[in-house]
T-cell receptor
Framework: GEDVEQSLFLSVREGDSSVINCTYT??????LYWYKQEPGAGLQLLTY?????DMKQDQRLTVLLNKKDKHLSLRIADTQTGDSAIYFC???????????FGPGTRLSVLP | NAGVMQNPRHLVRRRGQEARLRCSPM?????VYWYRQLPEEGLKFMVY????????ESGMPKERFSAEFPKEGPSILRIQQVVRGDSAAYFC??????????????FGSGTRLTVV
């Protein structure tokens, strides 16, 4: 299909790991992205992964890419209350100037 | 570096009025992108502009919406004769160029338009 898909909600306890999943559509995408949106704010680029990589780790963040299944995931280790936000995966379209975003996963971190 | 600046942060308009949303890209960025986020939804691409040129407006509604990025000054997204369905958050992003957008855009904080 045309849409980037994500589950809409995820709740975890503080200190646990969070895994946010995304299914994208364009197998030729060179980069895939994760953005974070806090309440009332714009989108902040969290991390990205090049399509020839399977995994990328950046401190508490781990991105896994399964190109065969067009599946992207974001793992947040030791989740904190400050991680509560909406997480969007995105893929470029066209010549890379147009991004298609998933609907966002709302992460709630419970104390 | 002040980042991408959007103003106003909040805008209230009555049905039928015009809304003007402004976006100043990051210093050194010549590419601007507008996205719309409807309540509880993801962002939808609207238009991509370079200085004085519209490159891709495939996401713009056919009527009432227009965008410009003049040689001097901010990019403007203009919505004429607003209707309730235009209520949304409008985000602007910028990048130095198409190739560099591989590393993702820089987004502004958005303008939240409410039509009453």
């Amino acid at each position: 299909g045309e849409d980037v898909e994500q589950s809409l909600f995820l709740s975890v306890r503080e200190g646990d790991s969070s895994v946010i999943n995304c299914t994208y559509t364009d197998s030729s995408s060179t980069y895939l992205y994760w953005y974070k949106q806090e309440p009332g704010a714009g989108l902040q680029l969290l991390t990205y992964i090049f399509s020839n990589m399977d995994m990328k780790q950046d401190q508490r963040l781990t991105v896994l890419l399964n190109k065969k299944d067009k599946h992207l995931s974001l793992r947040i280790a030791d989740t904190q209350t400050g991680d509560s936000a909406i997480y969007f995966c995105a893929e470029p379209r066209g010549y890379g100037q147009n991004f298609v975003f998933g609907p966002g996963t709302r992460l709630s971190v419970l104390p | 570096n002040a980042g991408v600046m959007q103003n106003p942060r909040h805008l209230v308009r009555r049905r039928g009025q015009e809304a003007r949303l402004r976006c100043s890209p990051m210093k050194g960025h010549s590419h601007v992108y507008w996205y719309r986020q409807l309540p509880e939804e993801g962002l939808k691409f609207m238009v991509y502009l370079q200085k004085e040129n519209i490159i891709d407006e495939s996401g713009m509604p056919k009527e009432r919406f227009s965008a410009e990025f003049p040689k001097e000054g901010p990019s403007i997204l203009r919505i004429q004769q607003v209707v309730r369905g235009d209520s949304a958050a409008y985000f602007c992003a910028s990048s130095p160029g198409v190739g560099s957008s591989n590393y993702g855009y820089t987004f502004g904080s958005g303008t939240r338009l409410t039509v009453v």
